[in-house]
Structure formats: C-alpha cells, structure tokens
C-alpha cells in the first residue's frame, strides 16, 4: 500500500492532468456519458461532484486532531492578517482582475464576482494535505470561514454588484441569495465530512485507541483523497468537454483574471506569513486558503440568480477547471518554497 500511495503521490501532477484530458476528451467524443452525470442533480447539486467533494475531503479531516484546534489559533497577528487577506484584499483583487479583462463581457465578470467573494471551504483542505500544511489550523480557518460565508456573503454579494459595478461604469445588479441557500450549500460540502470525521475518529479511537488510529486507519484512508480528486476531475472536465472545444477562447478569457488571482494571492499571503514568523506547516494553511474559492457555492449562486445558461455560470463551472491546475502547480511551489525558506523547518 505505501508503494503504491508513493508512486501516486509521485506522479500526482501527471495523473491530474491526463484526468483533465480524459474528462475533455470524454465530453467532446461520448457526450451521452457527461449528460447522464448532470441528470444526477438535486437542485443545484450535481451528486457525482459531490459525492467526489465529500469523499475528497473525508481522510484530511479525519486526521485532523480536534483538541489541538485551540492551539492552532494562537498567533493573533498571523489570523488577523489572514482574515484581512482573505476577505478584504480577496474580493477586491479578483473583482478588480475582471474590470480590466472583462469590462466588454459582463455576465463573465460578474460571475467572476461572485467567485471572488466566496472563499474556499471545501478543496483548499485537499490542496493543504498535498502540500503538507497543518490540518489543524487548515480545519479551523475552513469553519471560521463557512460561518462567515452563511452570515455575510449576502452583504458581500449585494456590496459588489449593487454598489461597487456602478462606480466603474457598470450596470447594478440585484441580488436576492437567502442565508438558507448559502448554509445548504456549506452543509454539504463541509458540514457532511465534518460530520463523518469526528464521527469515525470518535468511535474508532473509543474502540481500538489512537495509536491503532493513526498507524493503520489513517494510511488506508489516505488513498481516497486522491482517488477522489481524480474522479471529480473526471467528471468535471466531462460535462464541459464540449463547451472547452467549441467557445476555447472563452475559456482563456475567464482563465487568464483567475490564473493571475491564484498566483498573487498565494505568494502575497506566503511571503506576509513568513514575515509574521509563521512556520512552513501553518504558512501552507494560510496561503491556501487565502488562495481557493468557493466555485460550489458561487456556481449554485449564479445558477439560482442568472439560469443555468447563463454568462455567469459559465464563468462559475470555469473557475473549478482553472483552479485545479493552478492550484496542483501551487502546491508545487509550496514544496519548492520549503525547501528556499524554511530548509530547517
């Protein structure tokens, strides 16, 4: 079994990349197949991603150590910076990003919008455990911010299409997204391996102790986030296999804001961590999730709010295909910075 997670973790940057290949060429060759996928949809929730997200996030999480969490928040000017990064100079970044490249495509920018006031609950936790963060501090950022998405993610949504867009030239936009629709969306996501984790190491820890826990469940588990991720990819890729091919250009114009947000956001956060003292483990935590987004929850939104057909969720199912490789070439970054700056770490 470790041979095998090796030589998977070993190639990991291949695998995602032919998983995108194959989910494309799938789309654009066996179209029935993606379609099928979509037909499995509760609302707005595709249940093949789901079940993918969910089982994605599971192992992480169940290694997490629920007691340490308090310890994880100790540095106050490290989580203020966080905080201030990830839900001020965030949304800004990404919102200015789409007024300079998509000012003539509207509904684009406004999906871009959207994405830039959610941040990541779900596979930032993922990333985080490629690049050997700390699970502790990566569980609790992941919780402050869903609770802050439900409260406040109305109030972002209205400040930046209904205020905001009319002082650079753009049309306002009314929003109408309910608190319900946003806490459905991060109970599933997040509350439901949230759930299953303290469950599994609650009983299992009870029945044959932490030691047996850590050294032979953990192991077996790990697998599945990666397997997981692959599916999803699979998957993903698939259902806008057509739409890659067809409109490329559309694609690029979206990708182009995104890519740039995911590199200055996680270099700005790396380097203003590292200046704060942050080690490497707490570092990676911080700047991954500074760096991800929320595309379930933004998707769902710009469904509800635009129609399925919509520029905005075109933009929306764009971001997820544009982040995955960004963020897996992250994660590389992420072990090339250990290795410049914290060497003895």
Same mark, same amino acid.
């Given at each position: 079994?470790?041979?095998?997670?090796?030589?998977?973790?070993?190639?990991?940057?291949?695998?995602?990349?032919?998983?995108?290949?194959?989910?494309?060429?799938?789309?654009?060759?066996?179209?029935?197949?993606?379609?099928?996928?979509?037909?499995?949809?509760?609302?707005?929730?595709?249940?093949?991603?789901?079940?993918?997200? =969910?089982?994605?996030?599971?192992?992480?999480?169940?290694?997490?150590?629920?007691?340490?969490?308090?310890?994880?928040?100790?540095?106050?000017?490290?989580?203020?910076?966080?905080?201030?990064?990830?839900?001020?100079?965030?949304?800004?970044?990404?919102?200015?990003?789409?007024?300079?490249?998509?000012?003539?495509?509207?509904?684009?920018?406004?999906?871009?919008?959207?994405?830039? =006031?959610?941040?990541?609950?779900?596979?930032?936790?993922?990333?985080?455990?490629?690049?050997?963060?700390?699970?502790?501090?990566?569980?609790?950022?992941?919780?402050?911010?869903?609770?802050?998405?439900?409260?406040?993610?109305?109030?972002?949504?209205?400040?930046?299409?209904?205020?905001?867009?009319?002082?650079?030239?753009?049309?306002?936009?009314?929003?109408? =997204?309910?608190?319900?629709?946003?806490?459905?969306?991060?109970?599933?996501?997040?509350?439901?391996?949230?759930? &299953?984790?303290?469950?599994?190491?609650?009983?299992?820890?009870?029945?044959?102790?932490?030691?047996?826990?850590?050294?032979?469940? &953990?192991?077996?588990?790990?697998?599945?986030?990666? =397997?997981?991720?692959?599916?999803?990819?699979?998957?993903?890729?698939?259902?806008?296999?057509?739409?890659?091919?067809?409109?490329?250009?559309?694609?690029?114009?979206?990708?182009?804001?995104?890519?740039?947000?995911?590199?200055?956001?996680?270099?700005?956060?790396?380097?203003?961590?590292?200046?704060?003292?942050?080690?490497?483990?707490?570092?990676?935590?911080?700047?991954?999730?500074?760096?991800?987004?929320?595309?379930?929850?933004?998707?769902?939104?710009?469904?509800?709010?635009?129609?399925?057909?919509?520029?905005?969720?075109?933009?929306?199912?764009?971001?997820?295909?544009?982040?995955?490789?960004?963020?897996?070439?992250?994660?590389?970054? &992420?072990?090339?910075?250990?290795?410049?700056?914290?060497?003895?770490?």
């Amino acid at each position: 079994m470790n041979k095998r997670l090796s030589f998977l973790d070993s190639y990991l940057t291949l695998w995602i990349f032919l998983a995108m290949l194959i989910g494309i060429l799938i789309g654009y060759f066996i179209p029935s197949l993606p379609q099928n996928f979509m037909q499995w949809s509760v609302g707005t929730t595709n249940l093949p991603l789901a079940i993918g997200l =969910i089982l994605m996030m599971y192992p992480p999480l169940a290694k997490v150590d629920f007691n340490r969490l308090g310890a994880a928040f100790s540095n106050v000017k490290l989580l203020s910076a966080s905080f201030l990064i990830t839900w001020i100079v965030s949304p800004f970044l990404l919102f200015s990003l789409a007024l300079i490249f998509l000012k003539n495509y509207p509904e684009y920018l406004t999906g871009l919008i959207i994405i830039g =006031i959610a941040p990541c609950i779900a596979m930032v936790i993922v990333w985080n455990e490629l690049a050997n963060g700390n699970r502790e501090l990566i569980a609790g950022l992941v919780g402050i911010n869903s609770l802050i998405q439900v409260f406040f993610f109305s109030v972002y949504a209205w400040f930046y299409l209904e205020i905001m867009l009319p002082l650079f030239g753009m049309h306002a936009l009314q929003t109408s =997204i309910s608190m319900l629709q946003i806490a459905q969306t991060v109970g599933l996501y997040l509350g439901v391996p949230f759930i &299953a984790a303290l469950l599994s190491r609650k009983v299992l820890i009870a029945r044959k102790g932490i030691t047996w826990f850590n050294t032979v469940y &953990a192991p077996k588990i790990s697998p599945i986030t990666l =397997i997981a991720l692959l599916f999803t990819i699979v998957v993903m890729f698939s259902m806008k296999g057509e739409m890659i091919m067809r409109i490329p250009m559309d694609v690029v114009r979206v990708a182009i804001p995104l890519v740039l947000f995911f590199g200055i956001m996680f270099f700005l956060m790396f380097f203003v961590a590292k200046k704060l003292g942050a080690n490497y483990a707490d570092n990676v935590a911080f700047s991954f999730t500074a760096t991800g987004n929320n595309f379930e929850l933004a998707i769902a939104v710009s469904i509800g709010l635009f129609g399925v057909n919509s520029g905005q969720a075109f933009a929306g199912v764009i971001g997820p295909l544009v982040e995955v490789p960004a963020l897996i070439l992250l994660v590389k970054a &992420a072990h090339y910075l250990r290795k410049k700056y914290y060497n003895n770490d």
